[in-house]
């Protein structure tokens, strides 16, 4: 089929207004919260219904066409880039909040609906939507399934795939199933949920999330710790979860990311080598006791400062630094590298000490921002664009960090996924045998690989069964691969 | 059984003479007897094993420490047993991380006493004693505390399989937060042995608390308890943070009870605020760390016997009430026995049946059709095979069952590992 019957096919699903076709237009399209990369589609599809959903990817599946599903488009590793000769799903348009269900504790949503808006929905029945990533006053509930997003709270509450209880799914050859219990738990089966949260949009496109929430806390306290260096504030880090408080959240800065954060939204952070900031939340009782513990443990770690936010609006300030901490590199650097690594929690100062020496050694900036309670940092490498050659360096540097990450024991992604831009890195964290057995779970959702190709795996492995028309991949063209 | 066409020899070149034994009755899958037990001391054995097995077309059946082979349906076939009982060790533990690494074979209990020597459990706790890592994974197991910890897939973070192939296999790591590559760890949490053998496992832990309180109602009324269970999950005059949230029903009367566990003022407080707040359901009683955990090892044993129909069924936490009325009054009209207990702030609850085969096969179709009708599930955990003949222990399956085939096909493909056994016939 060419373009213009693929586009005619579309439209009779979705009307004119729903498909773009335009190169300018398609333009606006050709990233995500990524910019490294750029691909400009073949075509753009906004859906206004799960229905018209299954009918475009059935229509893609008949024609052989690869897609790619989109939320809000703010994944930062091009997990949701388009590919050429393909169709970009747009989901924006499947915003409905479709049950709230407070006895049983459950929200039914469309995959377009923004993370915020679930939290804001059941606010007034005294109940939220437990995962938080910094982009979710944008960010969509499909893209943070597709994703497994984290956020500041996921230490105690756990990421999207601890919330997400059922899905209605699209699979890539345009049928419907219906995974995971919903409001019934322990539905018999495999765990296709569990496999599919997370799967980067690669098994099929989510279009009805049956989501848990949860009761707000009775209590919660926010403080905020200053210390001379980084390796300090781990130490308090340490001496917290070694006492056995579980905090909601424990956040550090590094003195560059301070800086960078009080030049931009001005959050009065004292001047300092790091920061923490630490919230508990629970009963009030267990909430009182452990806070006094915490700000011990900071004392004895030689705190230089320790700020309680009194009310909700100076621990809403905490928070704010907090989360500006990416757009705020701006105001230091022309440009930035936002990676994303684990290491075990016992291993941060380790890497943070390798990770100054890398620093050093490139000659570039680096500035560390992390949930620490989970050891996953956000080293952001600072370059110039302008400096030719300084944006590879930077790259490089930041590939190095992760691969210290994985030397200390921990992983390439913690939250942002690893989409178009680490795919070359999975070879350092998985053997070929661990990485094809992982694609035997693509082969059987996806057999002719159509549904977000060219993302996580660097060597995709060809599925064995070829019903109906679709292209043949040039290296198994090449006999250059087995069929898997 | 007939073994002279097995390659007993070749596998004891693999583990060793003293590993391959001839199976005995004891050995039976649900009346399926295999014909060897093997057991590999390392993965690369259970590798060899493998590739063996599959070269030969034998049929494997992974086992632990067997405390769960009754579930599912009598396999098609078993050739071996495998057996991860040489695989028992605990291969890293970080106190600073809060992460465990183990094999398989590892007994729960030895896991939990080994990790309470540094404060720290892994917050699942099943009823049955004797099993293993692998199988608390293979068979999604899962207790009480569910309400506070959640279940296998929540806290695994890593595993380690041998496919049906020999192919050795890992997904996940050693840190919590993770999302590099796609999560096999939970598509393997609940397969039952039927993708490939689960050879290690790797869980988030979490630090014991300081002390407990136990509130528990004794009521006369079915309906009582879902009334109790919606109140303390509601509240609008207190925020309970539960740790676990349990029902019985047997002989005409109920208990449920609420398990508040942390430091002294916490529970304390949490606990006085419910006895408060349950008074008008009933006399709320109130009991300490040591009288509680005697109260919970009785009060949550499961509410059958050998030889009685065993369900677990699974639905909406606000249908507790439903759920109830429903195996009661099947029960009844077929003149079979029901006892009932379950998580109730869960919506899980488990029916002990016993009574003739007639009557026990009417009670699970009447209760299915409901609940199934509603989204749930209502699973045959245990059963004398005269009545597993007659029923699909799983239930009907929704529209998910072509792709649970197509997912079993690309992971074992000659249907070799435990066959028959999972639902549809995997």
């Given amino acids: 089929m060419d373009r213009g019957q693929l586009i005619e096919t579309m439209q009779e699903i979705l009307g004119p207004e729903g498909v773009i076709h335009k ?17 400009i589609p073949d075509l753009v599809v906004l859906p206004e219904s799960a229905e018209q959903v299954q009918q475009v990817v059935r229509a893609c ?39 709230v269900d407070i006895p049983n504790g459950r929200v039914v949503v469309e995959p377009g609906v923004i993370n915020v808006w679930v939290s804001q929905e059941v606010a007034g029945e005294g109940y939220y939507y437990a995962p938080d990533p910094a982009s979710q006053v944008v960010s969509s509930i499909g893209g943070n399934l597709a994703e497994n997003s ?3 709270h996921c230490l105690k509450y756990g990421f999207t795939t601890n919330h997400v209880m059922g899905a209605e799914v699209v699979l890539p050859d345009g049928s419907v199933v219906h995974i995971g219990g919903g409001k019934s738990p322990d539905a018999p089966g495999y765990e296709l949920l569990g496999a599919f949260v997370g799967s980067e949009g690669t098994l099929g496109i989510a279009t009805k999330i049956t989501l848990r929430i949860l009761r707000q806390p009775e209590a919660v306290r926010t403080l905020l710790a200053a210390f001379e260096d980084t390796e300090e504030a781990g130490g308090a880090v340490s001496g917290i979860i070694g006492g056995g408080i579980l905090p909601a959240a424990i956040e550090m800065m590094d003195s560059l990311t301070i800086q960078a954060v009080e030049k931009q939204v001005s959050p009065g952070f004292p001047e300092a080598g790091a920061i923490l900031i630490v919230e508990l939340d629970g009963p009030e009782a267990e909430v009182a006791k452990q806070f006094d513990q915490v700000i011990q443990v900071c004392e004895n770690n030689n705190a230089s400062e320790i700020r309680v936010a009194e009310d909700d609006e100076e621990r809403a300030l905490f928070w704010k630094g907090r989360k500006a901490a990416f757009g705020a590199m701006g105001s230091i650097s022309n440009d930035y590298y936002v990676q994303d690594g684990v290491v075990p929690r016992t291993e941060l100062g380790a890497t943070l000490k390798k990770i100054a020496e890398l620093s050093e050694e490139y000659g570039l900036r680096v500035a560390n921002v992390f949930h620490a309670g989970d050891g996953n940092l956000h080293p952001l490498v600072l370059y110039d664009n ?11 540097l930041a590939g190095e960090i992760v691969f210290a990450c994985l030397e200390h024991g921990g992983s390439l992604t913690g939250e942002h996924g690893i989409g178009r831009d680490k795919m070359k890195y999975m070879p350092q964290m998985f053997t070929s045998d661990d990485m094809d057995v992982m694609q035997l779970l693509r082969c059987a959702f996806d057999p002719h690989r159509i549904c977000n190709p060219g993302k996580i795996f660097p060597t995709p492995r060809l599925c064995g069964e070829r019903p109906g028309p679709f292209h043949m991949h040039p290296v198994q063209k090449a006999g250059l691969a087995e069929n898997f | 059984m007939q073994t002279q066409n097995l390659p007993t020899e070749e596998l004891q070149n693999i583990v060793g003479a003293d590993n391959v034994r001839e199976a005995t009755a004891e050995d039976a899958v649900e009346g399926v007897e295999p014909s060897l037990v093997v057991e590999p001391g390392t993965i690369e054995e259970t590798s060899e094993v493998m590739k063996l097995a599959g070269r030969e077309g034998l049929a494997v059946s992974p086992r632990g420490g067997g405390t769960k082979m009754g579930l599912g349906n009598p396999p098609t076939r078993v050739d071996l047993i495998l057996s991860t009982s040489r695989m028992n060790e605990i291969i890293e533990h970080v106190p600073g991380d809060q992460i465990v690494r183990t094999q398989a074979g590892l007994k729960m209990e030895d896991l939990q006493e080994s990790l309470a020597e540094s404060d720290q459990l892994l917050g699942i706790d099943p009823q049955e004693e004797g099993g ?21 897939r929540d806290l695994i973070i890593g595993i380690k399989v041998v496919l049906a192939d020999g192919t050795v296999a890992k997904a996940g790591g050693k840190v919590v937060k993770n999302v ?30 300081e002390t407990a309180r136990t509130v528990f109602v004794e009521v006369d009324e079915p309906d009582q308890i879902p009334e109790v269970a919606q109140a303390l999950t509601h509240s609008s005059a207190s925020q309970f943070v539960l740790d676990a949230l349990e029902m019985r029903w047997e002989d005409d009367r109920g208990v449920i009870a609420a398990l508040f566990e942390g430091i002294e003022p916490a529970v304390e407080a949490q606990s006085s605020a419910a006895v408060e707040l349950l008074r008008s359901h009933g006399e709320a009683k109130l009991l300490g760390k040591e009288d509680g955990d005697e109260f919970w090892d009785d009060f949550t044993r499961r509410p059958w016997a050998k030889g009685d129909v065993a369900l677990k069924i699974g639905a909406p936490p606000a249908d507790l009430s439903a759920v109830l009325d429903s195996v009661r009054g099947a029960a009844e009209r077929a003149g079979v026995e029901a006892r009932l207990s379950g998580h109730a702030g869960i919506g899980v609850t488990f029916a002990g049946l016993s009574g003739e ?70």
């Avoid at chain 2, 009447?366 to 239930?395: D, N, T």
Wanted: net charge neutral; glycine share 16%.
């Fill in chain 1, 23 to 39: 190169r300018e237009e398609l333009r606006t399209y050709e990233c995500d919260g990524l910019m490294n990369y750029r691909v």
């Fill in chain 1, 61 to 99: 599946y008949d024609e052989g066409v690869p897609f790619v599903a989109r939320g809000s488009g703010t994944g930062l590793s091009g997990g949701a880039l388009p590919v050429e000769s393909g169709v970009l799903i747009v989901l924006t348009r499947l915003r409905r909040i479709l049950e």
């Fill in chain 1, 150 to 152: 984290g956020g500041v």
């Fill in chain 1, 386 to 396: 302008d400096v030719p050659g300084e944006a590879d360096k930077a790259e490089e």
């Fill in chain 2, 132 to 152: 293993t890592v692998g199988g608390l994974v293979a068979a999604n197991s899962s207790g009480p505390r569910r309400l506070r910890y959640g279940t296998v």
């Fill in chain 2, 180 to 209: 590099a590559g796609y999560d096999l760890s939970k598509l393997f949490t609940g397969s039952l042995g039927t993708l490939g053998v689960i050879a290690e496992a790797n869980f988030r832990l979490h630090p014991i608390r």
């Fill in chain 2, 357 to 426: 085969d007639d009557g026990l096969v009417a009670v699970v179709e009447e209760v299915r059709e409901i609940r199934v009708r509603r989204g749930g599930s209502v699973v045959v955990q245990e059963a004398p095979l005269s009545v597993k003949e007659r029923l699909e222990v799983w239930g009907p399956v929704g529209d998910y069952l072509g792709l649970t085939r197509r997912v079993k096909e690309k992971f074992d493909p000659g249907y070799n590992m435990n066959p028959g056994r999972f639902l549809g016939g995997i």
